[in-house]
């Protein structure tokens, strides 16, 4: 099967890979299909490509309307970036004679990512204007609901777009994002009417900023984003770049003069011309808006002293990230500078960094400074990635996305697979599937004021007590309503409740300096009547102790007096509490990784599913439009040849 034909079968051939945790393994090529094919899937609402998506635990499509959390609050950036690879792709599989079915597909998709773009502009209702990005629908959006942090800035569409409800408060980031993506789509992948819709949309983006004296105004009318920022009048900076870029792009596209007049301007009042050198601090963001306009700059200007400027100013950012395996940086800079020096070491390190890419883009706990096998710059796969799209943050960081550690657990003594269990935050779970599934597990404190601080589970599975920062609770009814117990206040914040095997009708309210005890006959009495007594019955003694460690679990089998290290199966070899409840023989331990569980006795575990990094126990996914903005650009400029996408990682 030669290569053109695998990327046209491969979603169907390589779906079985996607979560596989070997799946970087992949041939360069087969990966790009599915991950592809998951930003189809995950991240696509009408083309528009929204980076951080909850992900359904039972499998389900991603909610792309306004009920749903997608991240949308720089989706028009990473639109144009994924654009921008897109573009590529589509040039290169047209110069390199692949099927007409493929080329149409690539352009055609290239073209759906545009319209997605474009229509962040159609949405608002006023030419230029751009919406950071929209969703399906009407109502409250996630971050009006509070689930991110409250924007007020968000409107339903205009005309034919009162369907769609966008985000706004753009920034000069959004215009340069997606100025260069329109660019390399002008001239890489627009034909016919959709080069004349790109020519439009470059013009009205550019021109709103060079009509309004630098400054993108705001749907109200009032406010306003500098596009240059702070500046001392004469110094190039980063964002300046961007502005520079900005005007010659859409001169190249329109031929307007006023462009021109704006490209001149700026290159003149900050000595762009004759520059010599060019130093910046270290940003990964800024640095992925300048590399990719320089790009387009270096295949739009023709004045040999402006190109020996840009020249300088991408060898500074160079300077800055030539030891970071960034590959997109790295494949800009080589396919400018074909005599650099560290040519061979970049571009191993950037190969390296698609070479260890994974499918499963699922945001995983990570820990590698654990590890004394890796040092930054890490494989993909083992770094902490950044929270939206990978090249605006880097593979330097060996830590992150770790989930909230498991403060407390709980099985019931009429059936062990039910299991409750709450966080650090105090936030409440009950799986019914014995932690089998990411999909069994669910949130079940919505009645409750306060976060959970100690917990217990009754005879009965309906039957959950819960010591939370203002009181009491219990529910009768496997956490679908809660009642407040009335016991005294005296003796502090509350700390534990107890349940004791055997002891029918008891259950103990433990105070930080006082214990109650609650006896009744029937339910409908439960929690009225309390006695205050000296202390709770301890668990029963067991010869087998656990305790958490900094590199797993330790555990004794004589009472404490020695101690074994137990890691076997922990994805991240470190707990940092343990349990041993009553009604069970199993051993849980909260991990950076999320819940795991021993059947045997604390001697190997396995993944409990219940991984809490975000809102509750969601799961989200980055998507894989990072890795197709820099393969495509290896495939175009010959820097990935047909044989290292073919040949997977040993």
């Known amino acids: 099967m030669n290569r053109h034909t695998l990327m046209l079968t491969g979603a169907c051939l390589l779906s079985v890979f996607l979560y596989a945790d070997d799946s970087w393994k992949l041939p360069l090529e087969e990966k790009e299909v599915v991950l592809e094919q998951n930003n189809v899937e995950r991240h696509n609402i009408l083309g528009l490509y929204p980076s951080q998506v909850d992900v359904p635990l039972d499998g389900g499509p991603v909610d792309i309307s306004t009920l749903g959390n997608c991240n949308i609050a720089h989706a028009v950036c990473w639109t144009a970036n994924y654009l921008a690879g897109a573009s590529y792709r589509y040039a290169f599989l047209k110069r390199s004679g692949a099927p007409e079915e493929m080329v149409a597909k690539a352009r055609a998709r290239a073209d759906e990512l545009f319209e997605g773009i474009y229509r962040c502009q159609l949405v608002t209702g006023v030419r230029g204007l751009q919406a950071r990005g929209y969703a399906l629908g009407h109502g409250e959006s996630y971050e009006e609901r509070g689930i991110e942090a409250l924007n007020d800035s968000w409107q339903q569409g205009a005309d034919e777009y009162k369907d769609l409800r966008w985000r706004g408060d753009p920034s000069h980031h959004n215009y340069s994002d997606v100025t260069a993506g329109l660019g390399h789509y002008y001239d890489l992948a627009a034909e016919g009417a959709q080069k004349d819709r790109c020519r439009e949309a470059i013009d009205a983006l550019v021109g709103y900023w060079v009509d309004n004296d630098f400054k993108i105004m705001h749907i109200d009318g009032k406010k306003y984003t500098p596009i240059l920022g702070f500046h001392d009048g004469k110094t190039l900076n980063t964002r300046i770049m961007m502005a520079i870029a900005g005007a010659k792009t859409a001169h190249h596209a329109t031929g307007d003069p006023k462009y021109q007049a704006m490209y001149e301007r700026l290159i003149t009042q900050f000595g762009v011309r004759g520059l010599k050198t060019f130093t910046t601090e270290k940003d990964f963001d800024d640095a992925e808006h300048v590399f990719c306009h320089l790009e387009n700059l270096f295949r739009m200007e023709t004045d040999p002293e402006l190109l020996a400027a840009y020249r300088v100013v991408l060898d500074g950012l160079w300077a800055n990230h030539k030891d970071d395996a960034q590959t997109l940086f790295t494949y800009i800079y080589m396919s400018l500078t074909p005599d650099a020096p560290d040519r061979d070491k970049a571009l191993r390190e950037g190969l390296y960094s698609l070479q260890t890419w994974p499918t499963d883009m699922i945001f995983q706990p990570t820990m590698s400074s654990l590890r004394p096998d890796l040092k930054p710059p890490y494989p993909t796969y083992a770094a902490a990635w950044d929270n939206e799209y990978i090249w605006k943050g880097n593979l330097l960081n060996p830590d992150g996305w770790l989930s909230r550690i498991i403060a407390g657990v709980a099985v019931p003594r009429e059936d062990p697979v039910v299991i409750y269990a709450f966080d650090t935050r105090g936030d409440l779970y009950q799986s019914r599937d014995g932690a089998a599934t990411a999909a069994g597990w669910r949130p079940i404190d919505q009645g409750l004021n306060t976060p959970v601080r100690a917990l217990a589970s009754g005879p009965k599975v309906r039957m959950i007590y819960a010591a939370c920062e203002d009181g009491f609770y219990a529910s009768m009814t496997g956490g679908y309503q809660w009642q407040r117990l009335e016991v005294p206040e005296a003796g ?159």
């Open 492 to 650: 502090g914040k509350p700390v534990g409740v107890r349940i004791v095997p055997g002891e029918k009708n008891t259950l103990y309210a433990i105070r930080e300096k006082a214990v109650y005890l609650n006896q009744f006959n029937r339910e409908r009495n439960f929690g009225k009547t309390w006695e205050k007594v000296s202390e709770a019955p301890a668990p029963a003694a067991s010869a087998l102790q656990f305790k958490p460690d900094a590199s797993g679990v330790l555990k004794s089998a004589d009472g404490g007096n020695a101690w074994e290290l137990k890691s076997e199966g922990l994805r991240i070899p470190r707990a940092d509490s343990v349990f041993t409840p009553e009604n069970t023989d199993w051993v849980f331990a909260g991990t950076p990784a999320g819940l795991y569980i021993s059947k045997d006795g604390g001697e190997t575990w396995e993944d409990g599913h219940l991984v809490l990094q975000f809102v509750k126990n969601v799961r989200r996914d980055l998507g894989g439009a990072a890795y197709i903005d820099a393969y495509w650009r290896g495939r175009y400029y010959g820097i990935i040849t047909d044989e290292m996408a073919e040949t997977p990682m040993p």
